[in-house]
């Protein structure tokens, strides 16, 4: 919808020239738009699905997927041959946390 995204992009214009006037005659040369996943805790789901054998999943970075893939590549590579990772313990953003009731609560995010 057109309307709703300039509308959006008014006020956010506007806000951010009461905030720092030299902004109120900037004009804007572009956007992008997307989708952001999102778990309900807010981290990856990283791990084999019980329900599926062989069905393994690295998902859900919330915007920080491409910072982390080498890392999460090496870590599910490992889990697919050899059973875990050993570079590092995935285990707490196992596809499961959720069924069990056990999300992960991140404390250093500002």
Known sequence: NTEVDS???LQTVEALSQRVP???NAG???GWAGSYEVTPDDNA???PIDEVGGLYVAAGFSGHGFMHGPAVGKCIAEVVTQG??????ISGFSPGRFRRGGFLRE???V
Do not use: C, K
């Not at 875990?84 to 313990?89: G, I, S």
């Open 7 to 9: 509308n959006w992009l």
């Open 22 to 24: 030299v902004f109120e």
């Open 28 to 30: 804007v040369l572009g």
């Open 45 to 47: 789901i990283l791990g």
């Open 84 to 89: 875990t990772a050993t570079t590092v313990d």
């Open 107 to 109: 404390h250093h995010v």
